[in-house]
T-cell receptor, first 112, second 114 residues
Framework: KQEVTQIPAALSVPEGENLVLNCSFTDSAIYNLQWFRQDPGKGLTSLLLIQSSQREQTSGRLNASLDKSSGRSTLYIAASQPGDSATYLCAVKGQAGTALIFGKGTTLSVSS | NAGVTQTPKFRVLKTGQSMTLLCAQD?????MYWYRQDPGMGLRLIHYSVGEGTTAKGEVPDGYNVSRLKKQNFLLGLESAAPSQTSVYFCASRLGTVNTGELFFGEGSRLTVL
C-alpha cells in the first residue's frame, strides 16, 4: 500500500529565505506526483505536476523535483514571501484505476 | 470558467439526518472524486467515479453513497449522519483519458453533525 510522508509537519522561516519541502513515497511505481497549496479554510490549488518520466518542473519561484527510484520529491521555494504561508501537500498517482494518495502536508509560515 | 463547484459550503446536521452534497464540474472531466479532510488524518478518499454511471469505493466509503447520473455532477449522500462524519468534504476532478492528468479541487463543504 502506497504511503506518502511529508517532513517537516510545520516550518517557520523569515521572509526572503530559500526553502525546501520534502515528500517521500513508499512505492516507486507512480504515474505522476502533484504538489498542492491549501490556504486556511480553502480548497487545494495545484502548483506543479511532475510526470513519472520527468525529473523536475518549474513555475515562477517554485521548482519541484522527482526521484522515483528513491521515492522522493522536493518542492523548492525561492525568496519566500509572507504570501507563501500555507499548507503544502504532495500527492502521488499510482497505477491505472487508483486515485491520488496524499501526504498530510507541511504548514509553512513566512514572517515579514 | 467555474471549475469545480460544491454546494452547500456549510451545513449542520443532527445525528440521524440525511443530506446530499453536490459537486459540479464544467471541464468535461471523466474522473471525479470525493475526499474528506480531518485534522491529523490528511485527505482520505471516500468514493470516486471514472465516468458517467460508474462509481467505486475509496479508502473510507462506509456511511456514504454516491451517484454519477450526469457526467458533470457527482453527488455524495449521507443517509444517517453520525458525529464521526463531521469533516470538510472536497470534490475533485480530472481529465481521465490518460493517467497523468492534473487534479482540480472544489472549495470544500464543511459539515458538522451534532
Amino acid at each position: 500500500k502506497q504511503e506518502v510522508t511529508q517532513i517537516p509537519a510545520a516550518l517557520s522561516v523569515p521572509e526572503g529565505e530559500n526553502l525546501v519541502l520534502n515528500c517521500s513515497f513508499t512505492d516507486s511505481a507512480i504515474y505522476n506526483l502533484q504538489w498542492f497549496r491549501q490556504d486556511p479554510g480553502k480548497g487545494l490549488t495545484s502548483l506543479l505536476l511532475i510526470q513519472s518520466s520527468q525529473r523536475e518542473q518549474t513555475s515562477g519561484r517554485l521548482n519541484a523535483s522527482l526521484d522515483k527510484s528513491s521515492g522522493r520529491s522536493t518542492l523548492y521555494i525561492a525568496a519566500s514571501q509572507p504570501g507563501d504561508s500555507a499548507t503544502y501537500l504532495c500527492a502521488v498517482k499510482g497505477q491505472a484505476g487508483t486515485a491520488l494518495i496524499f501526504g498530510k502536508g507541511t504548514t509553512l509560515s513566512v514572517s515579514s | 470558467n467555474a471549475g469545480v463547484t460544491q454546494t452547500p459550503k456549510f451545513r449542520v446536521l443532527k445525528t440521524g439526518q440525511s443530506m446530499t452534497l453536490l459537486c459540479a464540474q464544467d471541464m468535461n472531466h471523466e474522473y471525479m472524486y470525493w475526499y474528506r479532510q480531518d485534522p491529523g488524518m490528511g485527505l482520505r478518499l471516500i468514493h470516486y467515479s471514472v465516468g458517467e454511471g460508474t462509481t467505486a469505493k475509496g479508502e473510507v466509503p462506509d456511511g456514504y453513497n454516491v451517484s454519477r447520473l450526469k457526467k458533470q455532477n457527482f453527488l455524495l449522500g449521507l443517509e444517517s449522519a453520525a458525529p464521526s462524519q463531521t469533516s470538510v468534504y472536497f470534490c475533485a476532478s480530472r481529465l481521465g483519458t490518460v493517467n497523468t492528468g492534473e487534479l482540480f479541487f472544489g472549495e470544500g463543504s464543511r459539515l458538522t453533525v451534532l
